[in-house]
């Protein structure tokens, strides 16, 4: 099954990739290799910010996470054409915007690991970190960056 059919399946329709905002590309591949700058926690009725732990709730946080897994997939899609290209995705670095007491970091992080496993299967299997921050870009809530093994073209 393609990735394509795979999300049509689970009902997820793809945002449109978003542009750089500052002096970045959104994603550079080498050596097989695309890393994909960060994603921001941008849904489609607008950012989703706040901070873990002070203003927003765990549950926020994992739908913020998927949110910016969702921003992801765009970008794979815009640069590699198609997602079947996609060999498995190897890295996600998640950036969570939390108060001081806040540990659940990891909780937070699995919103977007549990969509890449859903959408990619066994190749959506990651190595990731996940790491508390007092602030981010725009006060976006979660941001989340990834590295994807990608298949040589035909």
Do not use: W
């Not at 937070?108 to 959506?124: P, Q």
């Amino acid at each position: 099954m393609s990735i394509e059919a795979r999300l049509t399946e689970l009902g997820i329709t793809l945002p449109q990739a978003a542009a750089p905002v500052a002096a970045y590309v959104a994603a550079v591949e080498a050596n097989g290799l695309l890393h994909i700058s960060g994603q921001i926690s941008l849904a489609p009725d607008g950012l989703m910010t706040g901070r873990l732990g002070e203003d927003k709730a765990l549950d926020y946080g994992v739908a913020a996470a998927r949110v910016c897994g969702l921003n992801l997939i765009a970008q794979m899609k815009a640069a590699l054409g198609s997602l079947d290209r996609v060999e498995r995705i190897v890295k996600l670095g998640a950036f969570i915007s939390s108060a001081p007491g806040f540990t659940d970091q990891p909780k937070v992080a699995n919103g977007a690991s549990e969509l890449m496993v859903e959408v990619f299967g066994e190749a959506g299997k990651h190595a990731r970190s996940a790491v508390g921050v007092p602030v981010l870009p725009l006060g976006a809530v979660v941001e989340i960056d990834a590295i994807v093994l990608v298949k040589a073209q035909a």
